[in-house]
């Protein structure tokens, strides 16, 4: 005897159904989802990379315009000399530029022979570096804390201590005889607001970093460390990297370290501009984007489910009483009539194939029985 199985054509049905409507979301979801993550990182470091060098750019237009200014004021020393009107009219740039804290000319023997404000002039300047550099070629020194300004400058509105930057370059006459060489002290405040204030998209924060892995502008905890990592050294060789990195604060940031930028043709100072991100930030598209196409697709399975569980019942019901039928037929009883099915093709033949079995069955059973005439 043949073994029958015991799953109806419409539990059969029901569950390909099933399987239509979850095998897709099994296997396409996470294949989309894992492409999409692939996709927004690479566009995260893309920006992070994008934003790191608009701050390069701001920083190097605002070097830009403080070494311009020296340049032509040098200028106006070499062809007019530093007497007459001289002292005026640095005194003037200084009014203008708020983030100047101080120029002038030193004699080549490290004398200040004029200054703005007359501050520091018949001081010598001989053991401070922008001298020496200055002497030597175009110069632009580090962040370093004002040493003989400091108390002759007035303090700061906000109490902090003042730190400047240091522009240099030779001053020579028109016949290549060197008269000194002209300096100027920046305020570095200005830097650092262009870093703080640079718009940055949500959860992006940006650092600057010194030569040597110092931390000068950044958010608190961090301004101040020394870091060691991948973004900041190869930066400050002069070499753009994006890194995924744990930092010192036990965080796993992605960042976009690139060289901070200068004037043309000036010595940079060696920094790094550090923009970076959490991880977990950079995929907030990520999981928008699952949950924008992840409701429609369970609504979808949803009713492709509803549509199975209608279609077997409108093609598995017939079929289960036509069998009811058919079992009934072969075991001879005749207590109930052969029903009709019209859903499918099908299901009416089978209908009526039964129907004449059940009716030549009849005829067969009411015949009477005779013997030869």
Avoid at 76 to 83: P, R, S, Y
Avoid at 212 to 231: F, K, Y
Wanted: hydrophobic share 50%.
């Amino acid at each position: 005897m043949r073994r029958i199985p015991k799953r109806t054509l419409t539990a059969t049905i029901i569950l390909l159904t099933i399987a239509a409507a979850v095998l897709p979301l099994a296997f396409a979801v996470p294949g989309f989802i894992a492409s999409s993550r692939s996709t927004v990182g690479d566009r995260a470091a893309e920006s992070l990379a994008l934003a790191a060098r608009q701050i390069s750019t701001r920083l190097g237009a605002g070097i830009s315009e403080q070494w311009a200014e020296l340049r032509v004021v040098a200028s106006w020393a070499a062809t007019e000399g530093i007497g007459g009107s001289f002292p005026l009219r640095i005194d003037t740039v200084r009014a203008v530029n708020a983030n100047l804290a101080w120029m002038g000319v030193a004699s080549p023997e490290g004398r200040v022979l004029v200054a703005t404000g007359r501050v520091l002039e018949g001081q010598d300047v001989s053991a401070r570096p922008w001298f020496s550099a200055g002497l030597q070629g175009d110069f632009a020194g580090d962040l370093h804390e004002a040493v003989m300004l400091e108390r002759l400058l007035p303090p700061k509105p906000s109490g902090a201590p003042l730190r400047l930057i240091d522009f240099a370059a030779p001053l020579r006459r028109p016949d290549g005889s060197l008269i000194g060489v002209l300096g100027s002290h920046v305020d570095w405040q200005w830097m650092r607001d262009r870093v703080r204030n640079a718009p940055l998209p949500g959860g992006m924060e940006a650092l600057l970093v010194a030569r040597d892995g110092t931390v000068i502008v950044g958010p608190p905890g961090v301004e101040g460390s020394r870091l060691t990592l991948r973004s900041a050294l190869a930066a400050g060789q002069g070499v753009s990297v994006v890194s995924d990195e744990a930092w010192p604060d036990g965080h796993r940031y992605l960042a976009a370290g690139v060289p901070a930028g200068t004037a043309v043709g000036l010595p940079g100072f060696g920094w790094t501009v550090i923009v970076r991100q959490p991880p977990e930030a950079a995929l907030v598209g990520v999981r928008s984007l699952a949950r924008a196409i992840g409701g429609p697709l369970v609504a979808c399975a949803g009713l492709l489910l509803l549509a199975g569980i209608a279609l077997a019942r409108w093609i598995g019901q017939p079929f289960a009483r036509l069998a009811e039928s058919a079992t009934a037929l072969a075991e001879g009883r005749l207590d109930a009539p052969v029903p009709e099915a019209r859903s499918t093709r099908e299901a009416a033949l089978l209908s009526a194939a039964l129907a004449r079995l059940d009716r030549g069955r009849d005829a067969s059973t009411s015949r009477p029985a005779g013997g030869a005439a």
